[in-house]
């Protein structure tokens, strides 16, 4: 979340986060969240009006974690196609963690998918402008056709995305595990130059 947020804040969106994984979002007060942290409820309130801006806070937390992940694979210096294979790979490797790491809290994600969809808008457009820039690295490199990479990045963005929940639920899982190559290939396909 940055060096701006204070360790307060950051250990309170931690022992919420456990306990929403622990016994899901509807079970959990903000009674529950001040004293796991061994905090006062006066210090959650500071930072927190509701326990729904606490749950909103988790998620963001979740999803900066996921972010910073995919930042790191930008960052390889690596071919553009190997690069965006990784960068998918990642992105849906890290939703199934961050998910599955946070037990109750799982169906509370499914539940909730337009709080969560509402959370993530900012990251991403983040994550838009990484594939964006290894788009342009592609095409640069030549290994990926001339393209609107503004377009190309969105439509790749809710691609992967489209594959976040059967991935998570586990349809495609053993599926993707032993073809992940494949998958990545068929999303490459249409930019990659033959």
């Given at each position: 979340m940055g060096g701006k947020t204070s360790r307060t804040k950051l250990k309170l969106i931690e022992e919420?986060?456990?306990l929403f994984g622990l016994k899901g979002k509807n079970n959990v007060t903000m009674n529950d969240i001040a004293e796991a942290?061994?905090?006062g409820r006066r210090t959650?309130?500071?930072?927190?009006?509701n326990k729904e801006e606490v749950y909103k806070a988790v998620i963001q937390n979740e999803l900066t974690?996921?972010?910073e992940r995919l930042r790191e694979?930008?960052?390889e210096n690596t071919e553009a196609d190997i690069k965006l294979t990784?960068?998918?790979v990642t992105h849906l490797d890290a939703v199934k963690e961050a998910v599955s790491?946070?037990?109750s809290l799982r169906s509370d994600f499914f539940m909730d998918i337009y709080e969560v969809e509402r959370v993530r808008r900012p990251i991403d457009k983040k994550e838009i402008e990484l594939i964006r820039e290894i788009l342009i690295e592609g095409v640069e490199q030549r290994v990926f056709k001339r393209m609107d990479v503004n377009l190309s990045a969105v439509i790749i963005l809710y691609a992967i995305k489209g594959l976040e929940v059967p991935y998570i639920r586990q349809n495609i899982n053993s599926e993707f595990e032993k073809n992940k190559d494949s998958i990545v290939d068929f999303v490459l396909t249409g930019i990659k130059r033959s």
């Open positions: 919420a986060r456990t942290s061994q905090k959650l309130y500071t930072y927190f009006k974690r996921i972010l694979v930008s960052q990784q960068h998918i790491r946070n037990g």
